[in-house]
């Protein structure tokens, strides 16, 4: 089962070894680092949601510099989701759900609703598993010049994601501008766990139990341009602006609208939802880093992103990190994020809209008007020359705007060590 959150942390915590848009920032390490060097950085991620999702990855990624100007990294992930998701289907107090739609692939039958008596459940369980695979190849060209190309792969229990990215950056102003852009191209496919293929979407449940669908795909096809700016000794500043769209099916399987009955309430029937088959994405992105004459390092960054879909969301995120002992520090973290509603989503329908069913509709709670608030504490100490151990903790707070579980509290618990190793 894919989740596709809609806010940047958990986006992040799920991550699989996806393309990097844009070129890398000044390659440092490829001016400093030795030929024949080698760095390895292992991290473990614990995300626990309250009474619902539990996800758990661990990934390792590694770098290569194989001669002076060129370097090869490698990134190798796995993780597990657990838990239960909300399905769209509204909570009946004191029922008990008859039937379901599931990740395990649950024969959804007829006789649903109201005067049937049975009810489909509010929160689905599931199980998924997910690997992927990252190889990325950096090289230097001049003073002046660097490019990267690469390519992932990932699998899940009923996904799959492959994808080529290439970047280019260029060093200007005696290397204090530095203008970097990038193309990707990711293709997916989603494979339900479900009898007879993905579901028709759109289609009102009970109305056939197999289905003639192939499996759904989707093509992501994202660019960027991104200026990084030197202020002076201690200040650095970086614009970006990414613009994609994406194509094919882009409903979620799993996913169902309810129909109320406009006097009592109670559910009345259900539909698989049905998304826009495109997508136009842009963001802007705007980071300030600076060091302070103790020491300290304070980092902001700002996000305004706007679709075809009207959402819109704001992301400010903020880091303080203060150094001691020389050779360990600790870093405060706290991060605002606000979405709007997509055009298509209802929390569920009248009986007067199920006899003109929109066109397009969702009562999944991720494309609610939500707003989320994340604090959290890292800690790391440099164990030696080569070593480097960090770990974080951190607890995020959701709000949405309707349907039945507008509330998400989660934290967020993650461990890493970087290695280097030489000739």
């Known amino acids: 089962m894919q989740l596709k959150k809609k806010n940047m942390s958990v986006k992040d915590a799920l991550a699989v070894a996806t393309c990097s848009l844009l070129a890398h920032a000044p390659q440092e390490a490829l001016a400093t680092a030795t030929e024949g060097d080698w760095d390895f950085d292992f991290s473990l991620l614990d995300y626990q949601e309250v009474d619902r999702v539990r996800v758990v990855e661990w990934d390792v990624k590694s770098k290569w510099q194989y001669n002076d100007d060129a370097a090869l990294n490698f990134t190798v992930v796995s993780d597990s989701m657990t838990g239960a998701t909300p399905s769209g289907a509204s909570v009946v107090p004191g029922a008990q759900a008859q039937t379901s739609t599931t990740a395990s692939g649950t024969v959804v039958a007829s006789g649903l609703g109201e005067a049937a008596g049975n009810y489909l ?10 690997n992927g695979l990252g190889v990325d190849w950096e090289r230097v060209f001049s003073r002046s010049i660097t490019t990267n190309v690469g390519g992932s792969y990932s699998i899940e229990d009923d996904y799959s994601s492959m994808g080529v990215n290439g970047g280019l950056g260029i060093d200007l102003n005696n290397k204090l501008t530095r203008v970097s852009v990038g193309l990707a191209w990711i293709f997916d496919t989603v494979s339900p766990n479900i009898q007879g293929g993905p579901p028709p979407e759109g289609e009102q449940i009970g109305a056939r139990t197999r289905f003639a669908y192939e499996d759904g795909e989707k093509l992501i096809v994202d660019k960027g341009l991104e200026i990084t700016q030197v202020l002076n000794r201690r200040t650095v500043t970086k614009l970006s602006y990414v613009t994609g769209t994406t194509d094919g099916y882009l409903s979620d399987p799993y996913k169902i609208v309810t129909v109320k009955n406009n006097i009592s309430g109670l559910p009345k029937s259900y539909y698989y939802e049905k998304r826009p088959n495109s997508r136009a994405r842009d963001a802007l992105n705007w980071e300030y880093m600076h060091q302070m004459a103790g020491g300290a390092v304070f ?51 009248t009986e007067d809209e199920e006899r003109n069913l929109p066109e397009y509709m969702s009562s999944d709670y991720r494309l609610d008007k939500l707003k989320t608030q994340t604090i959290g504490l890292k800690y790391g100490f440099k164990f030696s020359q080569f070593g480097h151990f960090r770990i974080r903790f951190e607890k995020m707070s959701q709000t949405g705007t309707e349907g039945d579980f507008k509330e998400l509290e989660a934290r967020i618990l993650h461990a890493a060590i970087s290695m280097k190793f030489g000739r």
Do not use: G
Request: glycine content about 0%.
């Open 299 to 349: 980092n902001s960054y700002y996000r305004f992103f706007w679709d075809d879909w009207d959402i819109t969301s704001h992301t400010l995120d903020m880091r303080y990190r203060i150094d001691f002992a020389t050779t360990q520090y600790v870093q405060l973290h706290a991060r605002y994020y606000e979405q709007s509603a997509a055009k298509f989503y209802t929390p569920n329908l």
């Open 121 to 130: 459940d509010p929160l689905v369980d599931f199980v998924d598993r997910r």
